[in-house]
């Protein structure tokens, strides 16, 4: 969707063929944020040009974001991606969590099995282990 047909300046060509193209969500230069500095950007131009020979064209184009009130494709898919590596980051962090206090238990666990160990070695020579019954498994 052009704004306005060509010009015979093409700085100004170039301004507002960017403008349509952040504003369609298809940036070739920028990140695809809307904001003057990704419009100079992508229209290959110094962001002077905008705030002091262009004015006109950068209120326009802050007017259309307003009006527009949404993130543009290119970006919202970077958000996606951002929010759903934060969503695997949280999970993550939960279980590393849980795998230490496992690590815990289980630590605290053979350590004491190593004293109950080294008693029962140092209490006698007779001193033997008792099997714990198990129950009868069918073939």
Known sequence: MTTSPPTADPTRDAIIAAMDRLLAGTPLRSSGRLSVSQLAIE?????WHLTH????????????????????????????EHEDLKDKHAKLIAHCADLEERLKSYATAISLLTLENATLTASGADASVVPLPRPETSP
Not at 43 to 47: D, E
């Open 53 to 80: 020979q262009h004015l006109d064209l950068k209120e326009l184009f802050q007017a259309r974001v307003q009006a527009a009130a949404s993130t543009p494709k290119a970006f919202a898919a970077r958000l996606s």
């Open 43 to 47: 229209a290959s131009v110094k962001r």
